[in-house]
Protein backbone atom coordinates (compact mmCIF):
# COMPACT_ATOMS: atom_id res chain seq x y z
CA UNK A 1 0.00 0.00 0.00
CA UNK A 2 3.10 2.36 1.14
CA UNK A 3 4.09 2.11 -3.06
CA UNK A 4 0.26 4.05 -3.49
CA UNK A 5 -0.30 6.67 -1.07
CA UNK A 6 1.57 9.53 -2.97
CA UNK A 7 -0.75 8.49 -5.91
CA UNK A 8 -3.80 8.28 -4.11
CA UNK A 9 -3.21 11.79 -2.08
CA UNK A 10 -2.67 13.82 -5.65
CA UNK A 11 -5.48 11.93 -7.71
CA UNK A 12 -8.07 12.78 -4.32
CA UNK A 13 -6.79 16.50 -4.24
CA UNK A 14 -6.49 16.90 -7.90
CA UNK A 15 -9.96 16.25 -8.46
CA UNK A 16 -11.28 17.49 -4.90
CA UNK A 17 -13.34 19.96 -6.88
CA UNK A 18 -15.23 16.75 -9.56
CA UNK A 19 -16.01 15.14 -6.69
CA UNK A 20 -17.75 17.93 -5.16
CA UNK A 21 -19.63 19.04 -8.42
CA UNK A 22 -20.74 15.29 -8.78
CA UNK A 23 -21.81 14.83 -5.68
CA UNK A 24 -24.41 18.40 -6.30
CA UNK A 25 -25.45 16.75 -9.25
CA UNK A 26 -26.16 13.43 -7.99
CA UNK A 27 -27.82 14.34 -4.87
CA UNK A 28 -30.15 15.74 -6.57
CA UNK A 29 -31.41 13.12 -8.82
CA UNK A 30 -34.40 10.86 -6.99
CA UNK A 31 -33.97 7.16 -6.35
CA UNK A 32 -36.47 5.66 -3.94
CA UNK A 33 -35.68 1.48 -4.09
CA UNK A 34 -36.93 0.02 -6.60
CA UNK A 35 -36.98 3.83 -9.04
CA UNK A 36 -32.98 4.07 -9.06
CA UNK A 37 -33.64 4.25 -12.79
CA UNK A 38 -32.61 7.95 -13.16
CA UNK A 39 -29.43 7.36 -11.14
CA UNK A 40 -28.60 4.45 -12.85
CA UNK A 41 -28.61 6.20 -16.70
CA UNK A 42 -26.33 8.77 -15.03
CA UNK A 43 -23.75 7.05 -13.21
CA UNK A 44 -23.75 4.76 -16.73
CA UNK A 45 -23.48 7.79 -18.80
CA UNK A 46 -20.95 8.75 -16.60
CA UNK A 47 -18.62 5.85 -16.48
CA UNK A 48 -18.31 5.22 -20.20
CA UNK A 49 -17.57 9.40 -20.38
CA UNK A 50 -14.88 7.84 -18.37
CA UNK A 51 -13.72 4.76 -20.62
CA UNK A 52 -15.86 1.90 -18.93
CA UNK A 53 -17.39 1.04 -22.30
CA UNK A 54 -18.12 -2.56 -20.87
CA UNK A 55 -20.32 -0.78 -17.84
CA UNK A 56 -23.99 -1.93 -18.04
CA UNK A 57 -27.05 -2.17 -16.19
CA UNK A 58 -28.47 -5.83 -15.48
CA UNK A 59 -31.72 -6.93 -14.49
CA UNK A 60 -32.08 -5.48 -11.14
CA UNK A 61 -31.54 -2.08 -12.30
CA UNK A 62 -27.61 -2.45 -10.85
CA UNK A 63 -24.75 -0.17 -12.89
CA UNK A 64 -22.37 -2.69 -13.44
CA UNK A 65 -18.53 -2.35 -14.06
CA UNK A 66 -16.18 -5.56 -14.73
CA UNK A 67 -12.57 -4.38 -14.51
CA UNK A 68 -10.75 -7.47 -14.98
CA UNK A 69 -13.51 -10.24 -14.83
CA UNK A 70 -12.71 -12.77 -17.29
CA UNK A 71 -14.29 -16.07 -17.81
CA UNK A 72 -15.54 -17.36 -14.31
CA UNK A 73 -12.05 -16.68 -12.74
CA UNK A 74 -12.11 -15.41 -9.20
CA UNK A 75 -13.63 -11.84 -8.34
CA UNK A 76 -14.18 -9.35 -5.45
CA UNK A 77 -17.24 -7.29 -5.65
CA UNK A 78 -16.76 -3.16 -4.58
CA UNK A 79 -20.46 -1.19 -4.87
CA UNK A 80 -22.06 1.71 -3.25
CA UNK A 81 -25.97 1.26 -3.27
CA UNK A 82 -27.84 4.35 -5.39
CA UNK A 83 -30.94 4.54 -3.79
CA UNK A 84 -32.29 6.61 -0.73
CA UNK A 85 -34.89 6.16 1.80
CA UNK A 86 -37.20 8.57 0.87
CA UNK A 87 -39.71 8.05 -2.01
CA UNK A 88 -39.33 11.04 -4.08
CA UNK A 89 -39.82 11.11 -7.66
CA UNK A 90 -39.49 14.39 -8.05
CA UNK A 91 -35.92 16.34 -7.72
CA UNK A 92 -34.51 16.41 -4.26
CA UNK A 93 -33.38 19.68 -2.45
CA UNK A 94 -29.64 20.25 -2.70
CA UNK A 95 -28.64 22.88 -0.50
CA UNK A 96 -25.00 24.05 1.30
CA UNK A 97 -22.84 26.47 3.12
CA UNK A 98 -19.37 26.62 3.62
CA UNK A 99 -18.97 23.99 5.79
CA UNK A 100 -21.67 21.25 4.55
CA UNK A 101 -23.88 19.98 1.80
CA UNK A 102 -27.18 19.08 2.57
CA UNK A 103 -29.90 16.54 0.84
CA UNK A 104 -31.82 13.69 1.72
CA UNK A 105 -29.80 10.70 1.59
CA UNK A 106 -26.77 12.47 0.87
CA UNK A 107 -24.39 10.51 3.36
CA UNK A 108 -26.46 7.55 2.84
CA UNK A 109 -25.55 6.76 0.35
CA UNK A 110 -24.98 9.53 -2.40
CA UNK A 111 -21.75 10.86 -1.16
CA UNK A 112 -20.52 6.86 -0.80
CA UNK A 113 -21.64 6.54 -4.23
CA UNK A 114 -19.65 9.14 -5.78
CA UNK A 115 -16.72 7.91 -3.82
CA UNK A 116 -16.97 4.51 -5.96
CA UNK A 117 -17.39 6.10 -9.09
CA UNK A 118 -14.14 8.40 -8.68
CA UNK A 119 -12.29 4.94 -7.65
CA UNK A 120 -13.36 3.65 -11.34
CA UNK A 121 -12.05 6.68 -13.11
CA UNK A 122 -8.91 5.80 -10.59
CA UNK A 123 -8.42 2.53 -12.02
CA UNK A 124 -9.30 2.99 -15.39
CA UNK A 125 -6.70 5.82 -15.47
CA UNK A 126 -4.15 4.15 -13.12
CA UNK A 127 -2.42 1.47 -15.75
CA UNK A 128 -2.22 -1.33 -13.31
CA UNK A 129 -4.01 -4.42 -13.15
CA UNK A 130 -5.53 -6.03 -9.83
CA UNK A 131 -4.33 -9.12 -8.64
CA UNK A 132 -8.23 -10.43 -9.10
CA UNK A 133 -10.86 -9.23 -10.83
CA UNK A 134 -13.31 -6.12 -9.40
CA UNK A 135 -16.93 -6.36 -9.80
CA UNK A 136 -17.66 -2.60 -9.20
CA UNK A 137 -21.23 -2.20 -8.95
CA UNK A 138 -24.07 0.92 -8.57
CA UNK A 139 -26.22 -1.63 -6.75
CA UNK A 140 -30.20 -0.99 -5.88
CA UNK A 141 -32.59 -1.98 -3.14
CA UNK A 142 -30.63 -1.65 -0.09
CA UNK A 143 -33.00 0.27 1.64
CA UNK A 144 -36.52 -0.55 3.26
CA UNK A 145 -38.54 -2.96 1.82
CA UNK A 146 -36.11 -3.34 -1.31
CA UNK A 147 -34.78 -6.59 0.63
CA UNK A 148 -31.03 -6.12 -0.90
CA UNK A 149 -32.49 -7.26 -4.10
CA UNK A 150 -30.00 -5.54 -6.11
CA UNK A 151 -26.94 -7.12 -4.19
CA UNK A 152 -28.79 -10.62 -4.46
CA UNK A 153 -28.66 -10.50 -8.10
CA UNK A 154 -25.23 -9.92 -8.69
CA UNK A 155 -24.85 -12.66 -6.43
CA UNK A 156 -26.95 -15.01 -8.01
CA UNK A 157 -25.48 -14.02 -11.17
CA UNK A 158 -22.36 -14.26 -10.38
CA UNK A 159 -22.44 -17.31 -8.51
CA UNK A 160 -19.43 -19.35 -7.49
CA UNK A 161 -16.68 -16.44 -8.36
CA UNK A 162 -17.21 -13.90 -6.04
CA UNK A 163 -14.91 -14.16 -2.61
CA UNK A 164 -15.31 -11.16 -1.05
CA UNK A 165 -17.16 -7.69 -0.76
CA UNK A 166 -15.99 -4.28 0.26
CA UNK A 167 -19.70 -1.94 0.53
CA UNK A 168 -19.09 1.92 0.92
CA UNK A 169 -21.95 2.61 2.80
CA UNK A 170 -22.69 5.23 5.93
CA UNK A 171 -20.54 7.15 8.15
CA UNK A 172 -16.52 7.49 8.53
CA UNK A 173 -15.77 5.44 11.37
CA UNK A 174 -18.05 3.05 10.97
CA UNK A 175 -16.70 -0.26 10.00
CA UNK A 176 -19.74 -3.72 9.75
CA UNK A 177 -18.29 -7.25 9.92
CA UNK A 178 -21.33 -9.28 10.93
CA UNK A 179 -24.81 -9.21 9.06
CA UNK A 180 -28.16 -7.83 11.37
CA UNK A 181 -30.87 -10.16 10.11
CA UNK A 182 -34.40 -9.11 9.96
CA UNK A 183 -37.96 -9.89 8.74
CA UNK A 184 -40.30 -7.42 7.91
CA UNK A 185 -44.50 -7.90 7.66
CA UNK A 186 -47.71 -6.32 7.21
CA UNK A 187 -50.08 -7.37 9.87
CA UNK A 188 -53.78 -7.11 8.56
CA UNK A 189 -56.79 -7.15 10.50
CA UNK A 190 -60.04 -6.98 8.93
CA UNK A 191 -63.64 -7.28 10.97
CA UNK A 192 -67.36 -5.96 10.97
CA UNK A 193 -66.76 -2.55 11.79
CA UNK A 194 -69.71 -0.07 11.39
CA UNK A 195 -71.43 3.02 12.46
CA UNK A 196 -69.89 4.81 15.30
CA UNK A 197 -73.34 5.48 17.19
CA UNK A 198 -75.53 2.90 15.59
CA UNK A 199 -73.27 0.11 15.55
CA UNK A 200 -71.90 0.62 18.75
CA UNK A 201 -70.02 -2.09 20.09
CA UNK A 202 -69.26 -4.06 16.80
CA UNK A 203 -65.85 -4.77 16.60
CA UNK A 204 -62.98 -2.61 15.70
CA UNK A 205 -59.78 -2.99 13.71
CA UNK A 206 -58.05 -0.38 15.04
CA UNK A 207 -58.95 -1.91 19.23
CA UNK A 208 -58.32 -5.20 18.11
CA UNK A 209 -54.66 -4.05 16.49
CA UNK A 210 -53.81 -1.82 18.92
CA UNK A 211 -54.46 -5.05 21.34
CA UNK A 212 -52.45 -6.70 19.06
CA UNK A 213 -49.03 -4.12 19.35
CA UNK A 214 -49.79 -4.44 23.22
CA UNK A 215 -48.69 -7.73 23.22
CA UNK A 216 -45.96 -7.67 20.46
CA UNK A 217 -44.50 -5.20 22.82
CA UNK A 218 -44.44 -7.53 25.77
CA UNK A 219 -42.65 -10.18 24.40
CA UNK A 220 -39.41 -11.80 25.85
CA UNK A 221 -36.47 -11.50 24.02
CA UNK A 222 -34.37 -14.62 23.35
CA UNK A 223 -31.12 -14.28 25.33
CA UNK A 224 -28.19 -14.77 22.15
CA UNK A 225 -26.95 -11.76 20.42
CA UNK A 226 -28.65 -8.49 20.20
CA UNK A 227 -32.53 -8.70 19.38
CA UNK A 228 -34.95 -6.38 18.49
CA UNK A 229 -38.15 -5.45 17.45
CA UNK A 230 -40.14 -2.71 16.09
CA UNK A 231 -43.55 -1.57 15.04
CA UNK A 232 -42.92 1.18 12.04
CA UNK A 233 -46.59 2.40 11.18
CA UNK A 234 -49.92 1.73 11.93
CA UNK A 235 -52.84 2.66 9.41
CA UNK A 236 -56.21 1.68 8.77
CA UNK A 237 -60.13 2.78 9.25
CA UNK A 238 -62.46 5.08 7.24
CA UNK A 239 -63.26 7.95 9.66
CA UNK A 240 -64.02 9.61 12.82
CA UNK A 241 -67.34 8.17 13.07
CA UNK A 242 -66.66 4.93 11.31
CA UNK A 243 -65.99 1.62 13.69
CA UNK A 244 -63.20 1.02 11.43
CA UNK A 245 -63.55 -2.48 9.13
CA UNK A 246 -59.81 -2.67 8.23
CA UNK A 247 -56.27 -1.55 9.97
CA UNK A 248 -52.64 -3.04 9.43
CA UNK A 249 -49.32 -2.50 10.94
CA UNK A 250 -45.65 -2.85 9.62
CA UNK A 251 -43.58 -4.92 12.16
CA UNK A 252 -40.16 -5.78 12.02
CA UNK A 253 -37.78 -8.39 13.66
CA UNK A 254 -33.79 -7.55 13.93
CA UNK A 255 -30.85 -10.06 15.38
CA UNK A 256 -27.21 -10.58 15.10
CA UNK A 257 -28.13 -14.35 15.46
CA UNK A 258 -30.07 -16.22 13.33
CA UNK A 259 -31.14 -18.82 15.93
CA UNK A 260 -32.78 -15.80 17.92
CA UNK A 261 -34.65 -14.26 14.80
CA UNK A 262 -36.23 -18.08 14.34
CA UNK A 263 -37.24 -17.88 18.03
CA UNK A 264 -38.53 -14.12 17.19
CA UNK A 265 -40.78 -15.91 14.18
CA UNK A 266 -42.16 -18.68 16.72
CA UNK A 267 -42.58 -15.88 19.29
CA UNK A 268 -45.03 -13.95 16.92
CA UNK A 269 -46.43 -17.20 15.17
CA UNK A 270 -48.03 -18.58 19.04
CA UNK A 271 -49.11 -14.47 19.66
CA UNK A 272 -51.14 -14.54 16.30
CA UNK A 273 -52.12 -17.74 17.46
CA UNK A 274 -54.03 -15.98 20.55
CA UNK A 275 -55.82 -13.80 18.83
CA UNK A 276 -57.72 -16.49 16.68
CA UNK A 277 -60.75 -16.25 18.95
CA UNK A 278 -60.83 -12.56 18.03
CA UNK A 279 -63.53 -11.39 16.11
CA UNK A 280 -61.74 -10.91 13.24
CA UNK A 281 -59.33 -12.17 10.21
CA UNK A 282 -56.08 -11.78 11.23
CA UNK A 283 -52.78 -12.12 8.07
CA UNK A 284 -49.43 -11.96 8.16
CA UNK A 285 -47.57 -11.18 5.19
CA UNK A 286 -43.58 -11.49 5.12
CA UNK A 287 -42.45 -8.67 2.98
CA UNK A 288 -38.35 -8.46 3.39
CA UNK A 289 -36.03 -11.12 4.63
CA UNK A 290 -32.52 -9.64 5.46
CA UNK A 291 -30.48 -13.03 6.59
CA UNK A 292 -27.53 -12.66 9.42
CA UNK A 293 -23.69 -14.11 8.82
CA UNK A 294 -23.30 -17.73 7.58
CA UNK A 295 -22.13 -19.80 10.53
CA UNK A 296 -19.66 -21.55 7.81
CA UNK A 297 -18.35 -18.20 7.52
CA UNK A 298 -14.15 -18.58 7.64
CA UNK A 299 -13.28 -16.41 11.69
CA UNK A 300 -9.57 -16.23 10.84
CA UNK A 301 -10.10 -14.51 6.82
CA UNK A 302 -12.75 -12.24 8.58
CA UNK A 303 -10.45 -10.94 11.32
CA UNK A 304 -7.81 -10.37 8.03
CA UNK A 305 -10.42 -8.52 5.74
CA UNK A 306 -11.77 -6.23 9.30
CA UNK A 307 -7.75 -5.46 10.87
CA UNK A 308 -6.69 -4.44 7.24
CA UNK A 309 -9.96 -2.15 6.71
CA UNK A 310 -9.81 -0.96 9.93
CA UNK A 311 -6.17 -0.10 9.74
CA UNK A 312 -6.82 2.03 6.24
CA UNK A 313 -9.66 3.78 7.98
CA UNK A 314 -7.38 4.66 10.70
CA UNK A 315 -4.32 5.74 8.73
CA UNK A 316 -6.76 8.38 6.66
CA UNK A 317 -9.16 9.52 9.21
CA UNK A 318 -7.03 9.61 12.26
CA UNK A 319 -9.18 8.46 14.78
CA UNK A 320 -9.95 4.71 15.96
CA UNK A 321 -12.60 2.31 14.32
CA UNK A 322 -14.90 0.29 16.16
CA UNK A 323 -16.08 -3.08 14.35
CA UNK A 324 -19.69 -3.45 15.13
CA UNK A 325 -22.67 -5.47 13.20
CA UNK A 326 -25.59 -4.02 11.20
CA UNK A 327 -27.94 -4.19 8.05
CA UNK A 328 -26.49 -3.87 5.09
CA UNK A 329 -25.52 -5.22 1.18
CA UNK A 330 -23.12 -7.21 3.10
CA UNK A 331 -25.39 -9.34 4.58
CA UNK A 332 -25.92 -11.32 1.20
CA UNK A 333 -21.81 -12.61 1.20
CA UNK A 334 -22.03 -13.12 4.80
CA UNK A 335 -25.14 -15.31 4.64
CA UNK A 336 -23.47 -17.01 1.56
CA UNK A 337 -20.31 -17.78 3.97
CA UNK A 338 -17.98 -15.08 1.54
CA UNK A 339 -15.72 -12.53 3.71
CA UNK A 340 -17.32 -9.00 3.37
CA UNK A 341 -17.25 -5.78 5.32
CA UNK A 342 -18.99 -2.13 5.07
CA UNK A 343 -17.43 0.86 5.60
CA UNK A 344 -18.59 4.59 5.26
CA UNK A 345 -16.01 7.07 3.35
CA UNK A 346 -17.66 10.59 4.42
CA UNK A 347 -18.83 12.28 7.67
CA UNK A 348 -21.92 13.16 8.34
CA UNK A 349 -25.15 13.39 10.34
CA UNK A 350 -29.05 13.35 10.16
CA UNK A 351 -29.05 9.27 8.86
CA UNK A 352 -32.48 8.64 7.33
CA UNK A 353 -33.79 12.25 7.60
CA UNK A 354 -34.69 14.70 5.05
CA UNK A 355 -32.20 17.32 7.02
CA UNK A 356 -28.95 14.95 6.70
CA UNK A 357 -25.88 16.92 6.16
CA UNK A 358 -21.84 15.94 4.98
CA UNK A 359 -18.78 17.57 5.76
CA UNK A 360 -17.86 18.85 2.52
CA UNK A 361 -13.79 18.42 3.91
CA UNK A 362 -14.38 15.01 4.74
CA UNK A 363 -14.92 13.58 1.10
CA UNK A 364 -11.34 13.76 0.61
CA UNK A 365 -9.83 11.73 3.76
CA UNK A 366 -13.09 9.82 2.38
CA UNK A 367 -12.34 8.97 -0.96
CA UNK A 368 -8.27 8.24 -0.31
CA UNK A 369 -9.65 5.67 2.37
CA UNK A 370 -11.67 4.20 -0.25
CA UNK A 371 -9.31 4.53 -2.79
CA UNK A 372 -7.07 2.56 -0.60
CA UNK A 373 -9.50 0.14 -0.14
CA UNK A 374 -10.35 -0.73 -4.24
CA UNK A 375 -5.99 -0.81 -4.10
CA UNK A 376 -5.07 -3.02 -1.56
CA UNK A 377 -6.84 -5.33 -4.54
CA UNK A 378 -3.72 -4.61 -6.55
CA UNK A 379 -1.04 -6.08 -3.83
Not at 69 to 85: L, N, Y
Not at 167 to 182: E, K, P
Not at 186 to 206: C, K, L, Q, V, W
Not at 211 to 222: C, E, F, G, N, V
Amino acid sequence: MKSFSKEIDRFVEEHAEETLTLLRTLAAIPAPSGHEEQRAAFCLHWLREQGADSAYIDAAGNVLFPFHVTGGKPCIVISAHMDVVFPDTDTLPVREDDKYLYAPGVGDDTANLVNLLLCIKYVLTCGKSPATGILFAANTCEEGLGNLRGTRQIFQDFAGTVTGMLSFDLYLGDLINRAVGSRRYRIEIRTTGGHSYENFGNPSAIAILADLIHALYRQKLPPAGKTTYNVGTVSGGTSVNAIAEYAECLYEIRSDDESSLACMEVSLQRLLDSFRDAPAQISLHLLGDRPCSSSSLDAEKMRQLTARQATILEKYTGAPVRPHPSSTDANIPLSLGIPAVTFGAVRGSGLHTRAERIEKASLIPGQKAALASVLSCFS
